[in-house]
């Protein structure tokens, strides 16, 4: 019974922590939207990729999807500005 409680805790755990991560992202994203400043998203990559890992191993959906959502924010916005701008 402990163990299965522990697993829940943790799952919750995870999910908070790639909310928390997608939480941090979404800041830089937004000024990377502006123009000339589409540079910053190749910095801002990683941060949505780890949140997307975390969130993968939690049994909750919204910090995944959190994560994915910037991350192809990041990558429309590199497309379009062809990765400099």
Do not use: D, Q
């Not at 409680?5 to 830089?28: D, F, H, K, R, Y």
């Amino acid at each position: 019974m402990t163990r299965a409680i522990s697993t829940l805790e943790e799952s919750i755990m995870l999910n908070l922590l790639s909310l928390a991560i997608g939480a941090v992202a979404i800041i830089p994203l937004l000024l990377a939207l502006l123009p000339f400043f589409g540079w910053m998203n190749w910095f801002l990559l990683p941060l949505p990729v780890v949140g997307l890992i975390v969130g993968s191993l939690s049994s909750g959906k919204a910090g995944r999807n959190l994560n994915l959502i910037v991350l192809v924010v990041a990558i429309v916005r590199l497309m379009l500005g062809h990765g400099l701008f």
